[in-house]
């Protein structure tokens, strides 16, 4: 593609001829030949790196604002000055990386259930022989090849670079997860979502989006803008937003929806429930476990079947699903590692541990450093109701004081049954110690190890340290014998 193709303003006929394969707005990831939009950051000196780059760089484009401070670079590459950097920087990148038509893209957003969603969904369709990609929390995976990426919701340009990928290998459906971030901060732009699927909404982000009325607003953004929906109708906020959705299927356990369970009958290792659809009945067997999840299995089976799939062949694929990494994940013998890293999702899954049986239920859990204070409490007490006993440890927390966060979870418990250990991989040896002696007197026992899923690091300061919950809890449990 030619310069002129994606800058409109380009004046100089040499410039404007020039061929463009890559954009690039960091001076991390420039590659050979890229076209560098200048954009300023509120946190780093853009022009601090321009020289470094210079020799990678093809063409720079500036804005007029910064035009003096550009000339004083003395830097020998064609530029190009515009009005609205911002602007032009969005029309580019979507003109470059704009994807084949046939690509399918179907959005998911939601405080919890994002990940578990998509991934059903994205092993129906491939179970079903369609190519398909997942970009998620656990990663972003373009048929069977993985890559990591910082964010659950890309940033603009990474995503969008990402989505040409897939295109770029014939994939037939894309299912993304949509952060509130990234509705809010525009890095879905100009993205088209066949499909929008409304998980739930809880408390999170209120360090970013300071109230519920706040996130919710950006949450129903995502759907106002977009055709057909896919609503949970148990969840107070998906109720507000059906209300205002011509075009709209619900899904849900308690309330009637367009896809409702019933009958769920849940076990340590399958769940079975009664699926009505209008005036007809289906039972399901999976091997998923959960209330919730029978919620997001829910949404991946309504959602499949609005594209086209028979309804037929989904349900018998549903016993062969497995869940996603970290989700809900049993890594031993009674001991569950989960994401949960909200209230609700807290909650969510020490009654799950509770419904497929166990009696006891010993909890491992923190909260990331600089987030939302608010619901520190709130998840000690949800917790101290909740499990039998809780170890109190650290979890991300960047630039505070992980004792001073723990304390503050501890405001929420409700008795004395918690034990502050800010060591995560001492926490997690004392849950399995204590489990270990409940077991021998034959308690109905589980050890619930919650808030970093698959995470195989922890942020301290600002460094990420290698730790991966699963690999630490299965090296103390052989370590003990």
């Known amino acids: 593609m030619k310069i002129k193709d994606i800058v409109r303003s380009v004046k100089d006929p040499k410039v404007a001829g ?12 420039v590659k050979q030949g890229s076209v560098f939009f200048v954009i300023k950051r509120s946190n780093f000196d853009i022009f601090s790196v321009l020289k470094e780059i210079e020799k990678k ?34 029309r580019a990148v979507k003109k470059l990386y704009k994807p084949k038509p046939s690509l399918k893209i179907i959005g998911i957003t939601g405080t919890n259930g994002k990940t578990s969603t998509g991934y059903f969904l994205y092993q129906l369709f491939k179970k079903m022989g369609k190519k398909t990609a997942f970009f998620g929390t656990i990663g972003y995976f373009i048929d069977s090849h993985k890559y990591k990426i910082a964010y659950t919701t890309a940033d603009f340009l990474t995503l969008y670079k990402m989505i040409k990928k897939a295109s770029q290998r014939n994939v037939d459906f894309l299912i993304m997860e949509v952060s509130s971030h990234s509705i809010a901060q525009e890095r879905i732009k100009g993205i088209k979502f066949m499909r929008c699927v409304f998980t739930n909404i809880s408390r999170d982000h209120l360090d970013y989006h300071k109230t519920m009325d706040s996130y919710f607003k950006v949450k129903k953004s995502f759907f ?29 356990i308690k309330d ?58 989904l349900l018998k694929l549903t016993s062969s699903l497995r869940k996603a990494e970290g989700r809900f994940e049993r890594i031993a013998q009674d ?21 497929v049986g166990y009696k006891q239920i010993i909890s491992v859990f923190g909260c990331g450093g600089q987030r939302d ?46 034990e502050i250990i800010i060591d995560r991989k001492k926490a997690i040896k004392k849950a399995i110690l204590l489990y270990r002696n409940k077991k021998k007197i034959g308690k109905k026992v589980s050890v619930l190890i919650a808030g970093k899923g698959h995470e195989d690091y922890q942020i301290l300061k600002n460094k990420k340290v290698a730790f991966k919950d699963s690999r630490m809890a299965k090296d103390i449990l052989k370590s003990l014998g």
């Open 18 to 29: 020039l061929d463009v394969s890559d954009i690039a707005d960091d001076s991390r990831f």
């Open 256 to 313: 009637k929806s367009d896809y409702q369970a019933k009958n769920v009958r849940l076990f340590k290792s399958r769940t079975n429930f009664d699926l009505v659809v209008g005036n007809k009945n289906f039972s399901v067997s999976t091997s998923i476990t959960g209330y919730h999840n029978v919620l997001n299995l829910l949404a991946a089976l309504a959602t499949a079947h609005s594209l086209g799939f028979s309804r037929t062949k």
């Open 224 to 252: 106002l803008r977009n055709n057909y929906s896919i609503i949970n109708n148990d969840c107070y906020y998906g109720k507000k937003i059906l209300s205002d959705l011509d075009k709209a299927i619900s899904y849900g």
């Open 57 to 90: 760089v093809k063409v720079y484009v500036v804005s007029l604002e910064d035009k003096d401070q550009f000339i004083k670079m003395a830097i020998n590459k064609p530029v190009i000055y515009v009005k609205k950097i911002e602007a032009c920087f969005y």
């Open 373 to 418: 204070q608010g619901k520190r409490a709130i998840m000690g007490k949800i917790s101290s109701q909740l499990s039998d006993f809780t170890v109190i440890t650290s979890d991300n927390p960047r630039k505070e004081d992980p004792l001073d966060i723990c304390k503050q979870i501890k405001k929420g418990c409700l008795n004395r049954k918690f």
């Open 335 to 355: 001991i569950f590692i989960d994401y949960a890293h909200t209230p609700e999702g807290l909650k969510q899954i020490i009654s799950s541990l509770r419904e």
